[in-house]
């Protein structure tokens, strides 16, 4: 184990450690997006070089494809696939059903797609992104960038009628331009503070026109791994109602930290 890693990487590490144990041979496999999602790719491609583990990567954005590619793994696209056994992928927030606010990285499209693809969909996780109700973290929605600001307008008249603590929006940049999506889109992050039917949310905001997806995911994750600085994982499963805990070794030699800066 890489002695510079900060304790929240170490967790992100164990969690993401630990999510690559369900991956067997032949599995397709879909891969999420971010920091968490990017120590499970690098797990998973030091079993594909060190094991000779078989699988096709469905990623969920260009970054993680180029991740995949470089740490061997044999990636195709959703299409290619068709269904995939398990997705694995970071979230930005969980509820105890195990709904979750995902696109902080801004790849909630394409996560949302191969997730519901899936037969299980695994979020790996360290403890601060659990919450009792979600909204804490800005809910983003993707929006086609043709008339966006009436889009946004219409997602502000929309929230008036919603059970929310705040109705702030903001178009997210990328320096002084809007951030682009890996799909051409944009994205306005809702400021909500408490979301209280996160379920009745999810299906409004798509009747939007100009909408394309929302970052709530309901019922679509099966299980979530939270990983511990100290090596600790706890797994809880929504479908077996079963929570368990073990413990991660790390490796001091480890090769995926090889090729870290
Ligand atoms: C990307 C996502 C990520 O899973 C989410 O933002 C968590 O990221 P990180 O693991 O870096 O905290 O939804 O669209």
């Known amino acids: 184990m890489s002695a510079d890693l900060s304790p929240i990487d170490k967790a992100k590490f164990a969690a993401a450690r630990r999510a690559v144990d369900l991956i067997e041979d032949g599995m397709r496999v879909g891969m999420g997006t971010g920091s968490t999602a990017a120590w499970m790719v690098r797990c998973l491609g030091e079993r594909v070089r060190e094991e000779g583990l078989r699988l096709q990567g469905v990623p969920t954005s260009t970054r993680t494809a180029d991740l995949a590619r470089q740490v ?46 899936s037969d299980q969909m695994v979020v790996i996780t360290d403890a601060s992104k659990e919450v009792h109700h979600l909204g804490g973290f800005p809910l983003p929605v993707e929006v086609i960038p043709f008339g966006w600001q009436t889009s946004r307008a219409l997602i502000e008249e929309l929230l008036e009628s919603m059970d929310v603590l705040g109705r702030q929006t903001t178009l997210r940049l990328n320096g002084s331009q809007p951030y682009v999506t890996d799909e051409g889109n944009y994205i306005v992050d809702l400021h909500l503070n408490r979301i209280g039917n996160a379920r ?62």
Do not use: H, Y
């Open 72 to 117: 061997g793994i044999d990636v195709v696209s959703l299409d290619e696939a068709k269904w995939l056994d398990i997705t694995i992928d970071g979230a930005d927030e969980f509820d105890p059903e195990l709904n979750l606010i995902k696109g902080g990285g801004g790849a909630l499209l394409q996560e949302k797609i191969v997730a519901t693809a």
């Open 200 to 261: 009745q949310l999810a299906l409004v905001l798509n009747q939007v026109p100009g909408v394309v997806e929302n970052g709530l995911f309901i019922d679509i994750c099966d299980m979530v791994i939270i990983g511990g600085s100290d090596g600790k994982v706890e797994i809880r499963d929504i479908n077996e109602g079963s929570v368990s805990n073990e413990k991660i070794e790390f490796a001091d030699d480890d090769n995926i930290f090889a090729d870290l800066d």
